[in-house]
C-alpha cells in the first residue's frame, strides 16, 4: 500500500445493506460493425484488444439524469420504497447534465425525492465505489436511514467519434441501488479508496472547465472530447485495480476463496483477465458485460451487479468483490454481502 492510499477501517458503526437495486440501458445499440463505417477500425481489433463486441448509446434527448432516473425508479421499486423516503442522493457521473445544477439534484425532480439532500461525486469510472462507501459512512453513524447511491453516464456525449482511439471503448448506461441498515446483516463489508492526481494527464477532458473555458478555439481544438493515454492507463489500472482488491478482502477479513463474485471495472477484458490472474481466481468467478455495453464509466459495477441479481445468480450471502479504477487517477474496492 502507498501512502497516497487510505484504507477504510471495517464498519464501526451500523452495517450498511444493499436493499434494492435497478440499472438501465438506453435503447440503441450500436455494433462493432456500425463503428467500422465510422472510422478506421475492425471488429477483429475492437473484439480482441477489448472483448466489446457492442454498446447502448443514449437518444439525443436524453441526459445523464434521464438514464440514473430509470435506474433509481427500478432500485426503489425493487426494494419497494418510495421516494419520499430516500434522505439522500449521491450521484457518480463524468457527463453530468450541465456545469451545474448537479445532475443528483435532476434525478431528484424526476423521480419525486423531495425530501432528499442531493450531490454529485466526480471520481470517473471509481463513482459508483466512491458513493458506495460516502452512503455507508452517512448511514452507519446514523445520520441518515435511507441513500440513493446512482451512476449514471452518457459517455457518448464527451466522446469524439472521430477518434479510434477512444470511441470504440465507451456506452451510455445508469445503475442505482437503495443503501438502508439491516440490523444483524454484514452488507457492505469493507471498503478501499484511493487516488493519484499526478498521473490526471493521462486521462481527462481539458476543455469546458474553469482551466479551459469554451471558446471557439478549444471546440475547434476538440478539447472538449476525452483524451486517455490507452496503454499507460492500462498498466496503472491492472495494478491499482488488483492492489485495491486485495487491501479491500484483507480489511473484510475474508480470503478469496471466500468470494463468489467479483466484479471488476468494465474497461477492457483483457485487464479483467490479468487482474482475475493476479488475485488467483477462476474466470468462472469473474462477471463480465462488457462485450454488450462496453465501458460505460461509474455506471459498469453497478449494472453488471444489477444483471446478476436479474439473472437469479446472487444467493443470500454471496460474498462479492467489486473493484474500480478511472480518471484521476481513482480507484476503489469494496466487500459486500449479498444479503437482500
Ligand atoms: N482500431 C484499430 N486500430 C486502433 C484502434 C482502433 N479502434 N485504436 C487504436 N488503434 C491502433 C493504435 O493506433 C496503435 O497503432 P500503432 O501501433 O500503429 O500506433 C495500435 O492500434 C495499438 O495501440 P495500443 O494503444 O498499443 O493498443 P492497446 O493494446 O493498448 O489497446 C486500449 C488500446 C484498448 C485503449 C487499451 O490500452 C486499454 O484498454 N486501455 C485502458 C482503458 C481503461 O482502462 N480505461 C479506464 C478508465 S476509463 C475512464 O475513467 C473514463
Known amino acids: 500500500?502507498?501512502?497516497?492510499?487510505?484504507?477504510?477501517?471495517?464498519v464501526v458503526g451500523r452495517t450498511v445493506s444493499i436493499v434494492g437495486i435497478g440499472s438501465y440501458l438506453p435503447e440503441r445499440i450500436l455494433t462493432n460493425a456500425d463503428l467500422e463505417k465510422m472510422v478506421n477500425t475492425t471488429d477483429e481489433w475492437i473484439i480482441t484488444r477489448t472483448g466489446i463486441k457492442e454498446r447502448h448509446i443514449a437518444a439525443p434527448d436524453q441526459a445523464s439524469s434521464d438514464l440514473g432516473a430509470e435506474a433509481a425508479r427500478r432500485a426503489l421499486a425493487d426494494a419497494g420504497i418510495s421516494p419520499e423516503a430516500v434522505d439522500m442522493i449521491v450521484l457518480g457521473t463524468i457527463t453530468p447534465d450541465m456545469g451545474f445544477p448537479n445532475t443528483a439534484c435532476f434525478v431528484q425532480a424526476k423521480i419525486g425525492a423531495k425530501n432528499a439532500f442531493c450531490f454529485d461525486i466526480e471520481a470517473a469510472c471509481s463513482g459508483f465505489l466512491y458513493g458506495l462507501?460516502?452512503?455507508?459512512q452517512f448511514i452507519s453513524t446514523g445520520s441518515m436511514e435511507t441513500v440513493l447511491v446512482i451512476a449514471a453516464e452518457k459517455i457518448s456525449s464527451i466522446l469524439d467519434w472521430e477518434d479510434r482511439n477512444t470511441c470504440v471503448l465507451f456506452g451510455d448506461a445508469a445503475g442505482a441501488v437503495v443503501l438502508q441498515a439491516r440490523g444483524a446483516a454484514h452488507g457492505v463489508m469493507a471498503s478501499t479508496l484511493g487516488s493519484d492526481g499526478t498521473l490526471a494527464e493521462l486521462l481527462m477532458l481539458p476543455g469546458g472547465g474553469s482551466r479551459s473555458p469554451t471558446t471557439e478555439e478549444t471546440v475547434r481544438n476538440r478539447l472538449h472530447y476525452m483524451k486517455m493515454a490507452g496503454r499507460e492507463v492500462f498498466k496503472h489500472a491492472?495494478?491499482?485495480?488488483?492492489?485495491?482488491?486485495k487491501d479491500a478482502l484483507q480489511r473484510s477479513g475474508l480470503g478469496i476463496e471466500d468470494i463468489r463474485w467479483i466484479i471488476p471495472h468494465q474497461a477492457n477484458l483483457r485487464i479483467i483477465e490479468a487482474i482475475g490472474e493476479r488475485l488467483g481466481v477462476t474466470k468462472e468467478k469473474l462477471v463480465i458485460n462488457l462485450e454488450r455495453c462496453g465501458n460505460t464509466s461509474a455506471a459498469t459495477?453497478?449494472?453488471a451487479l444489477d444483471e446478476l441479481a436479474r439473472e437469479g445468480k446472487l444467493q443470500k450471502h454471496d460474498k462479492i468483490l467489486m473493484v474500480a479504477f478511472g480518471g484521476g487517477f481513482t480507484w476503489g474496492a469494496s466487500v459486500v454481502e449479498w444479503d437482500k
Do not use: F, L, Q, S
Request: charged content about 25%; aromatic content about 0%.
Open 1 to 10: 500500500m502507498t501512502t497516497k492510499e487510505r484504507v477504510h477501517p471495517a
Open 301 to 303: 459495477i453497478v449494472v
Open 238 to 245: 491492472v495494478t491499482n485495480m488488483t492492489r485495491a482488491a
Open 133 to 136: 462507501e460516502i452512503g455507508r
